[in-house]
Structures are given as structure tokens and as C-alpha cells.
């Protein structure tokens, strides 16, 4: 065993333990300050993870990897956790005095992902998912007096409750199957010989547990509600990190224990992610809420990440990985955008935004890039992500499954659109100047900034996330 393995979970331990040794020493006026400290913290971690990860290897008895894609997974988790924590730190400290509690709970949540994506056995990977979607939970609810943010708080706690004791039957059922609980030791067993039939009840159930977590049809019916009632940063973190930890989990537990009956799972994958990027898209047409809208958006680009599911090849998981990688960094300046307009107007209806380009142009020109690379035009890394994954998914003979990805993009370029032409062609309802906080204009840089880059020079995150795909796929 290794204990530098573990190095970045150890920092983000200590992280999150002292920020709440601190919060107890520091005044009121000065716990905003804890924000960055915990942003300092994440990127420490996150260099760390760079550096420990160019080593391949499991410790802890086979319960933990450290391999490529564990790295690659881990340190988006921590640039999102950093950003969205920078982008919070003025909206936590005009709504409540728990700001150290709010940013201990990103951090616990983020080393909860952490584990579960470095997880390479049953148990260690129900602890982990555990961890997280506590912390997740309480994050939801966090704004106590605020109505809605209790709603949200209590929906996310009983479809959370739901879905782990359906994942955790899941995991029960795999494991009276095979008889062992570590996942190469479970991919051994059933390619021994033939798998029992309750073999097939345990995969159902195990991706119907994923599902709630990757909010796949039809299992997504608390989204909405949801990231409208959430605190808007604690709507980008779920957006964002609880989908790419749980798409990265659903890769190593059946790209691993499961690929032996790769005949069954993927077609199942393949006809949930038509349902669920159609589903997604039409709802988010009618919607006038712009967190309503994005809540079913996320649906829709969930939708879109499955197709790399749809197939048990490298090239589908590369192309799914690299979408997720371009959907984090896309989706995270979109939301860290409405963070700003959320403080500025009180409300996050769609009528607010009529003509917030002239009252926040910066603001609004990062949020118009965002939505862009959501929609999938060139120049941005949404574009690219959309090429690689439905290409991929093509060359492996799921044509149908490619057009329906692409009807359903022309769809959702419609909701995406009427928010910038709301921004840019409707009069303003006020002509005062919208001031922007630093730290939340540092983040959207940042973000925007990684949008473009990766847009115009996408080969390095093709080359990383073929390496990554190539931990489960080798050939």
C-alpha cells in the first residue's frame, strides 16, 4: 500500500477540516476570505493529482486506481470545484453568515467524487457515492429560510435516498453472482463462464442507480425543480461534477466488471440516451426559468454523453470523455454567468435578461459563448466534442443514433438562442450599469478563456482523453 497515492484526498481532507477550524477563529466580516483560501486549497490539490497521477497503479488491497483516467476525472472535479468557489464567494456572502460550512461541504463533496472515481470495488465505490451525495444534498438546502432552496433540499434528499438503496441493491445482486466485490475480479468471474440470469437484474438496476446520478430518462424528474430552488453555485457544482463522477463511475464499473456482457449493456445505453436527449430538449423549449431551462438542458447534453456508452470501444469513450471534459468547462461559464445576473436582477425568469448586454457586456458576451459551445458551433470545444463523440459513434455503425444527436442539437439551439436574443435584441428594463464582483469575473475568464483554447487547438484534450479511454479499452 501507498499512502502518496491518496495525496490529493489527503489535502482535500485537511482542506475541508480546516475550513472549519477557521470558521470558528475568523469574524463575520472576514469569512468571505475562507472562499479563497478553500480555491488555494483545490489547486494545490489538483497540481498535486497531475503530478501523483503519471504513475499507474492500485493499493489498498485492489480498492483504489490510480490510472489516467482516475487523474484525468479528478482534476477537472478540482478546477470545477475552484471555480465554482470562486464564483461564490460574493452570492454566500451577501445571503449567509455558514460560509465556511458552504465551502468545507464543496470540498467534502469534491473528495467524496474523488474516491468514487478512483474506485475499483464495490464497497469503496458505494462509500464514496455516499459521501458525495450527502454533502450534495446539504448543499441543495443550504439557504435554510429561503422556501425554495428547502424544496429543493428535501426532493434531492428523497430521489438521493431512492436512487442509493436501488444502486445498492444493484451492487448486492453483482455481488451474489459472482461472489467477489472487487471489479476485475468480478469481470473474471463472468467471463468464466455463462452469467447467472440474476446476473442481468443486477445491471438493470445498477443502471437504473447511475441514472438518477446521471439524470438519464427516466429517472430525471427532480432536476428541475431542483436547480431552480438550489443556490445558483450549488447548481453549477451538481451540473457540472455529480454528472462527470458519476458518467466516469458507470465507465470503470462497466467498462471493467461488466464488459464480459457488453452483448446486452450498451444497446440499453443506446436507446436511453435517444430517450433522454429528446426528452431533455423538448421539455427546456417551454421553459421561461432560465435554471429550469439549463436543469433541462443538462438532461438533454446527458443525453448526448451516452451515446459514448452506446458502444464498448476506446473511440466512443474517448469521444465521451472528451465531450464531458467540454461540457464541464462550457457549463461552468454559463452558470458562473447567471450567478452574476441572479444577484443583479433578484430573479432568474428569462424576461430579466432583455437587454443585460448593455448593462453587463462582459458578463453577457461570456454567457453568449457559452451558450454557443453548447449549441456546438465552430470555434469553441463544444464544437469539437460534438464532431469526436457523434463521429465515434458512427464509425462503430450506430447511424441512427447520430441522427438523432443531431436533430436533437438543431433543437436545442433554439432555447439557447432566445437567451442571447433576449440579451441582445429586446430593449433593457433598466439602463443601470450591473457592477461585477472580481472573483466571479476571474472565474468566467477562466472558463470562457479554456472554451476558446481548447476550441481552436483541441488536440491535447483528444490526446489525453485517448489515453484515459485506453485504461479500460487498450486496443
Known sequence: MSVSLLLPELIMAVLAVGLICLDLLVSDKARHWLGYVAVIGQLIAAGTAVMVGRERATSFFGTFALDPLATLVQVVLLLTAALVTLSAIDYMRRRTRYQGEFYALIVFATLGAMFLVSANELITLYVALELTSICQIILAGFLKDDARSAEAGLKYLLVGALSSAVLLY???????????TGLVDIGRALASGSAPRIAFVGIALLVAGFGFKMVVVPFQMYVPDVYEGAPTPVVAYLS?????????????VFGTALLPLQQFWPALFAILAALTMTAGNIAALRQTNIKRLMGYSSIGQAGYALCGLAAASRSTTAGMLFFLVAYALTNLGVFIAIVHFSGVLGTDDLSG?????????????????????LVGLPLTVGFWSKVYLFLSVYNVGLTWLVVVGLLN????????????????????????????????????????????????????????????AGVLFPM
Open 240 to 252: 457540472v461534477a455529480s454528472k462527470v463522477a458519476a458518467f466516469a463511475a458507470v465507465l470503470r
Open 170 to 180: 444493484g451492487l448486492a445482486i453483482v455481488y451474489g453472482a459472482t461472489g467477489v
Open 353 to 373: 435578461y432583455a437587454g443585460l448586454a448593455h448593462r453587463s457586456p462582459l458578463i453577457a458576451a461570456g454567457l453568449t459563448i457559452g451558450l454557443l459551445s
Open 409 to 468: 442539437s438543431a433543437l436545442a439551439a433554439y432555447y439557447y438562442l432566445k437567451i442571447v436574443h433576449a440579451m441582445y435584441l429586446r430593449p433593457p428594463t433598466s439602463e443601470v450599469r450591473a457592477g461585477v464582483d472580481p472573483a466571479l469575473a476571474a472565474a468566467l475568464a477562466v472558463s470562457i478563456a479554456a472554451v476558446i483554447v481548447t476550441g481552436i487547438v483541441p488536440g491535447p484534450l483528444i490526446q489525453v482523453t485517448g489515453l484515459a
